[in-house]
Nanobody
Framework: QVQLVESGGGLVQPGGSLRLSCAAS????????MGWYRQAPGKQRELVAT???????NYADSVKVRFIISRDNAKNTMYLQMNSLKPEDTAVYSC????????????????WGQGTPVTVSS
């Protein structure tokens, strides 16, 4: 079994910062791309940022410059440093990962975490 667990969400004032973590555990051989997504109340889930195993990153235009995605492959953990937060960043943030579980199979499956809420408000 594989689990993704997010942490680091909470309440922050506009202009503040938060750092989210996404830790993968279980039977894992390797992790390919990982990503952060968010869903605000009444809206569809949207991509925030992605990162490949080699460190190539991609960001939504709305978070470029303000957010930084990174990962520690040795720890199977991904991070999202969120700076200059705005009220419109309020959402539940979820992570996903494409994971190869076995050495004898090249199959990968996508796993999701349960989400961590971020509220930006004064």
């Amino acid at each position: 079994q594989v689990q993704l667990v997010e942490s680091g969400g909470g309440l922050v004032q506009p202009g503040g910062s938060l750092r989210l973590s996404c830790a993968a555990s279980g039977r894992i051989f390797s992790i390919n791309a990982m990503g952060w997504y968010r869903q605000a109340p009444g809206k569809q889930r949207e991509l925030v940022a992605t990162i490949t195993s080699g460190g190539t990153t991609n960001y939504a235009d709305s978070v470029k410059v303000r957010f930084i995605i990174s990962r520690d492959n040795a720890k199977n953990t991904m991070y999202l440093q969120m700076n200059s937060l705005k009220p419109e960043d309020t959402a539940v943030y979820s992570c996903n990962a494409d994971i190869r579980r076995y050495t004898w199979s090249v199959r990968t499956d996508t796993y999701w975490g349960q989400g961590t809420p971020v509220t930006v408000s004064s």
